[in-house]
């Protein structure tokens, strides 16, 4: 329900600035398919320019939903790199292996806990 009233709210908070000029790739992670305007207001305020972003999201039926592309249109300059979507129902179980087989995907390096 949370997620819903976020997308629904379609407003604007303001975001503390970050320095993004030596990340090659970002990961936006949104509770939602439809990012929330929090975060339309984080990547309008950033040059993506030679970036990748690779979406993130939790969903209940609809996978990455428009993510993809509502950061594709919101970044420009960027290339939209593999995103993942995990049912939120399933996190506790399928979620860490989605997300270590994704990783492995792009070449990342997951560290294991000991």
Known sequence: MRRTRLV???????VRSSLLGGVAFTMAAT?????PMI???????????????HPVTTY??????TA???YADACSGTTIGEGLAVQGEKVS???PSAVASWLGRLDLAVASRT
């Open 31 to 35: 509770p939602a398919v439809r990012p």
């Open 60 to 65: 209940a039926m609809s996978g990455l939903g």
């Open 68 to 70: 993809d592309r509502e």
């Open 8 to 14: 629904a709210l379609d407003r604007r908070t303001l």
């Open 93 to 95: 179980d399928a979620g």
């Open 39 to 53: 975060m339309h207001t984080f990547v309008e305020s950033h040059d993506w320019a030679g970036k990748t972003v």
